[in-house]
């Protein structure tokens, strides 16, 4: 608990000195969330890192010219991963969709077992049959670890319309993965 209160206390002061122009401080900022942030952009682009880094790389150059109007009303992780979203949405809008593959690990595992490799890609698919608002939904929730709160912020979405989504994206998801659940009994 005392690391978290640190770790804000140095993000909080970074955010300052990049808000008074200090490009050092920004970079901080970029080296602790830029991981974070590609995750979240690779999940949306199916698996596409290519895409992703160059989505991640909008967002940074989008977050150093916005960020003299960061208030702090959300944590900056949360204002940040809009900022990312936002990218993607607009990317999306202005060119169709390419092709990506539907597991980003699926060539790097080949030292895991062939059940774990055969999940993650069935798990990938089920995400890929959702409708956009329930995966991205699971996604933020789920694989990048947002509450609830923070990821309809992200989303700009009510809460309640948020849960809704997220409650029928597992529903679906535990449809489309019981022969999973059949097994492991």
Request: hydrophobic residues 45%; contains cysteine; proline residues 3%.
């Amino acid at each position: 608990m005392a690391d978290d209160a640190a770790r804000a206390a140095t993000e909080a002061q970074w955010i300052a000195r990049a808000q008074a122009g200090d490009g050092a401080a920004f970079a901080q900022l970029v080296r602790a969330w830029q991981s974070p942030v590609r995750r979240q952009l690779q999940q949306l682009t199916h698996g596409d890192a290519a895409r992703a880094d160059d989505l991640a790389q909008q967002a940074f150059v989008q977050a150093w010219r916005a960020l003299a109007g960061f208030r702090g009303e959300a944590r900056f992780g949360t204002w940040l991963h809009r900022i990312a979203y936002t990218c993607f949405l607009q990317e999306r809008r202005a060119a169709p969709p390419a092709h990506a593959p539907l597991d980003e690990h699926a060539d790097a595992a080949s030292h895991d077992p062939a059940s774990q490799r055969a999940l993650r890609l069935d798990v990938a698919r089920g995400l890929a049959q959702l409708s956009e608002e329930q995966r991205v939904a699971i996604v933020h929730c789920y694989h990048l670890d947002l509450s609830h709160d923070e990821a309809a912020a992200v989303l700009g979405l009510p809460l309640g319309t948020l849960k809704s989504h997220v409650a029928r994206g597992k529903a679906r998801l535990k449809e489309l993965l019981a022969a999973w659940n059949e097994e492991a009994a």
